[in-house]
């Protein structure tokens, strides 16, 4: 008769911590515009490499953390899902680096925690004098 020596238990589990994310349009990372001119890039949405659960439901945000200028934008489209970022730089505006950063997220969260982030780039210079 066996014993209680004789028997071992295991407690096993399995985590998959993250996934692998693709994106369908790659944004400009770095660009440079004069005062006057307009910049615009697109974000395409995500794509995971393994679907565990729901479909993605995705969304994109600025973080609260930057300060935006009031004349960059950003508008979602649907179908298929991406976000245009316009920055119609005045004509006035003082030679900067103006530092965009874009979450991707997933709607169907309640933490809504960045899936992947992006930073663009722009410089801005100002318009060479006329001759």
Known sequence: MAGVADYSVYIASLGIMGNDYTRTIEPTTSAT???GETF??????LTA???LGNTLNIGFRWPNYLDIPSYCSHTVVDSPKKATITCNIPIDTSPTTVVIVVDTIDNNSSVKSALKTDTITLNIV???PSL
């Open 49 to 51: 490499q393994l679907e």
């Open 40 to 45: 615009v890039t697109e974000i395409g949405g």
């Open 33 to 35: 515009k004069q005062a």
């Open 126 to 128: 100002a318009v060479p």
